[in-house]
């Protein structure tokens, strides 16, 4: 799946935020110019800092508890 999300060769780095007030877990997995979201259950601003200029091609969600996806609006 990543293969089809992320075009190019590039190196995919894997960076896991806790939500320690709901203990839910966002991972953002990024190349050098794309990013996907999984579970966005963070705090928005702290991932735009990691996000930077990339570009969002895919949002996942695991399950549909509100504490996984909270931050989706954003």
């Given at each position: 799946m990543l293969n089809k999300c992320f075009?190019?060769?590039?190196?995919?780095?894997?960076?896991?935020f806790c939500d320690h007030f709901n203990n839910a877990n966002t991972y953002l997995?990024?190349?050098?110019?794309d990013a996907i979201i999984i579970d966005p259950a963070?705090?928005?601003k702290t991932l735009k800092k990691y996000i930077d200029?990339?570009?969002?091609?895919?949002i996942?969600?695991?399950?549909g508890?509100?504490?996984h996806f909270k931050s989706?609006?954003?």
């Open positions: 075009k190019g060769e590039n190196m995919i780095k894997i960076e896991t997995i990024t190349n050098d110019k963070n705090n928005i200029d990339k570009k969002v091609v895919a996942l969600l695991t399950h508890h509100y504490d989706l609006r954003e």
